[in-house]
């Protein structure tokens, strides 16, 4: 059997774009919170608000229907949930 060649590492940590901690805006920061957080959190605490909120419409999953705060993000009252990250990048820095 051939010996497997040893993967090369970067040596030492390197955080990639999802885990990089991001600034949401004020608008963002309403729903997820002021401070910085990883691109990953700040998915996860969108979706908490919307499944706590009951912001999924019942008939498409997929789609979900913005409240006040939700709307100032997405800038429109319903969004898929694949649009979301589009809206989402957009109040990150």
């Known amino acids: 059997m051939a010996a497997k060649s ?8 390197k955080v990639d774009g ?4 991001v600034q949401p805006s004020d608008e963002l920061g309403a729903i997820v919170g002021t401070k910085p ?5 700040v998915v996860s605490k969108v979706w908490d608000y919307i499944k706590k909120h009951h912001l999924q419409n019942p008939e498409n999953k997929r789609e979900i229907i ?15 949930m694949f649009e979301m990250n589009k809206h989402l990048s957009a109040h990150l820095k």
């Open 6 to 13: 040893a993967r090369k590492s970067g040596g030492g940590s």
């Open 66 to 80: 913005a409240d006040a705060k939700l709307e100032k993000v997405f800038g429109k009252k319903k969004a898929t």
């Open 18 to 21: 999802l885990h990089r901690p």
């Open 37 to 41: 957080l990883a691109r990953s959190d």
